[in-house]
C-alpha cells in the first residue's frame, strides 16, 4: 500500500471500518462526535500518525491511536496495522449492557416491558451501578 504522512481524517475513519460509509464518517465530524486530542474536528483536518481519536457512537465513546495512515478502505485483518484501540473497560461494558437490553426488549414491542424482561433489565442496571 501506498504509505503518506497525512490525510483527511474522514477518509482514514472510513479506510480503517470505524464508520461504513464516508459520508458517515463526514457527518459524524461534522456533527461533532470525532475529536482529536480532546478537540471537536473538521472532515477536512489532516491527521498524523500518534494522535489520539475519540469516536462517539450512541453512548460510547471509542478511544483510538493512529499507528498509521491510509486512504484506501482494507480488509477487517489489516486494521489492527493502522490503530491502536484503547478504549475503556468500562465503555465496552456499556456495549454489551445496551445489546442485551435490545435483544430482550423485542423487535415487535411497543410499551412496557414483560415481568421477565424487566427482571432482566434491572439485573444489567445493578451491574452497571456497581462498576461505576
Known amino acids: 500500500m501506498d504509505e503518506k504522512n497525512t490525510t483527511r481524517i474522514d477518509k482514514w475513519l472510513w ?11 463526514t457527518e459524524a465530524c461534522a456533527n461533532g462526535k470525532v475529536k482529536i486530542d480532546g478537540n471537536k474536528v473538521k472532515a477536512s483536518r489532516m491527521i498524523k500518525v500518534g ?9 460510547i465513546k471509542f478511544d483510538y491511536r493512529v499507528m498509521k495512515i491510509t486512504e484506501k478502505r482494507m480488509g477487517a485483518k489489516f486494521v489492527k496495522d493502522h490503530l491502536n484501540d484503547l478504549t475503556p473497560k468500562e465503555e465496552l ?6 445489546k442485551d437490553i435490545q435483544k430482550y426488549r423485542g423487535k415487535n414491542r411497543k410499551g412496557r416491558p414483560t415481568k421477565k424482561a424487566r427482571r432482566i433489565i434491572d439485573k444489567f442496571r445493578e451491574y452497571f451501578d456497581k462498576t461505576n
Open 15 to 25: 479506510a480503517v471500518r470505524i464508520y461504513k460509509t464516508r459520508s458517515i464518517s
Open 51 to 59: 494522535e489520539m481519536i475519540q469516536v462517539r457512537k450512541g453512548l
Open 93 to 98: 461494558a456499556k456495549l454489551i449492557i445496551s
